[in-house]
């Protein structure tokens, strides 16, 4: 494979990953890493695409999706790099192009530090990617409004001190009824359920909560009253692109795990990768690694640029999802049994790509978004 020379911060990046990060993950499985997350901060990871005068490093998509590739394939971990990406692409991201000056000053600085975590309530029971179905309102008050309803299905919700919630301003009135609020966990009215237990992915917490009689002042709503739709469109457009930008990293790390396994593994007095069961194996992990790998960077350059579409997103989100969850498949066979321990990591490896084909958007919900762009 041809290795390029790495960015500067790409490479500060990976080295801190090696020598820091990756020891502080270790045994941090099945709680929050929030050590490994403050680490993080303290590198600019946070702020990868934060401008600079708000503590960010104002690096732009195509290095943060470098950044975070490096730290996946250093880690070798997806769990903490997902909350990451949930906070920056879903919370951050939204505030940076939606927020007044008086709002970015408020909340960025604490978002980029790590001192907040931020997190995106938007999925309801019945209202997933399905937006015109969403319950949760808001009404207006004097001096503001008044939020009820309840979410479920948010990344980080445990941890958060700054949820960006998306409410029924409008009932009726389709898109231009959906408003975005900037609502600190504190705010009284609004309760934080307890953690989730879920499949994989065990370092990033989720779970719901519920707004009762939740008053927040005018000027936590962010776009402005209507805007909810364009917040959570610019919102699916940056994570569709970039949130398996850390699932690409584990591929290449896993690859090469993959690849000293087959050399130095025996059976029949053959190192296993001579046989052709196995080569064809980790000949197709190598072509799902490049076309994810491919399809992410040209993602991110046109994020830069200005040119991303919905559907363009959607499409890279499909394709690496569905890419990973084909080289887990394959990395298990070829360790065999050895896969299915826990030591080989193999085992995370796998749990954590399912995950990927649901969250930002089933794979259905892409292959929907994708084909109506085509007119079908």
């Known amino acids: ?7 500067e911060l790409v490479a500060a990046s990976r080295r801190w990953a090696a020598l820091k990060l990756a020891p502080e993950l270790t045994g941090a499985e099945d709680r929050f890493p929030a050590t490994a997350w403050r680490s993080s901060a303290e590198q600019g990871v946070l702020g990868l695409c934060v401008p600079e005068e708000y503590g960010g ?8 999706a470098e950044v975070m590739a490096a730290i996946g394939e250093e880690t070798m971990r997806n769990d903490l790099l997902f909350a990451m990406s949930a906070h920056m692409w ?23 530090s790590g001192e907040v975590i931020g997190a995106h309530a938007a999925s309801e029971l019945d209202a997933g990617s399905d937006v015109m179905a969403i319950g949760t309102t808001a009404s207006r008050a004097a001096g503001g409004w008044v939020l009820d309803g309840s979410k479920t299905l948010i990344t980080n919700a445990p941890v958060a001190g700054l949820f960006l919630v998306l409410t029924r301003t409008a009932p009726g009135s389709g898109f231009a009824g959906l408003s975005a609020f900037l609502v600190p966990r504190d705010t009284p009215g609004l309760c934080v359920a307890p953690a989730m237990g879920k499949l994989g992915l065990d370092g990033s917490p989720m779970s719901g909560l519920t707004l009762t009689r939740c008053e927040v002042p005018d000027d936590a709503c962010l776009g402005g009253p209507g805007a909810g739709f364009a917040v959570l469109s610019h919102t699916m457009t940056y994570e569709r692109a970039l949130i398996l930008a850390p699932a690409v990293g584990v591929m290449a790390g896993a690859l090469r795990n993959a690849l000293e396994y087959a050399r130095s593994r025996h059976q029949f007095g053959r190192p296993i990768g001579a ?4 080569r064809r194996r980790i000949v197709r992990m190598r072509l799902a690694l490049e076309t994810s790998r491919d399809m992410l960077f ?3 350059r046109a994020l830069d640029d200005g040119t991303l579409t919905g559907a363009e997103a959607s499409l890279t989100k499909l394709h690496v999802s569905e890419s990973y969850n084909v080289f887990a498949g394959e990395l298990l066979d070829v360790f065999g049994g050895h896969g299915f321990l826990e030591r080989t990591g193999v085992e995370h490896i796998l749990r954590d790509a399912v995950g990927s084909r649901s969250y930002s958007g089933t794979s259905d919900i892409q292959i929907r978004v994708i084909a109506e762009s085509m007119g079908l």
């Open 90 to 112: 879903a919370c951050q991201q939204p505030l940076v192009r939606f927020g007044t000056a008086e709002q970015k000053q408020r909340y960025l600085p604490s978002l980029v």
């Open 57 to 64: 490093l104002a690096a732009g998509a195509l290095r943060a």
């Open 1 to 7: 494979m041809t290795v390029l020379v790495e960015h």
């Open 275 to 278: 046989f052709d069961a196995v």
């Open 298 to 300: 040209k993602s991110a």
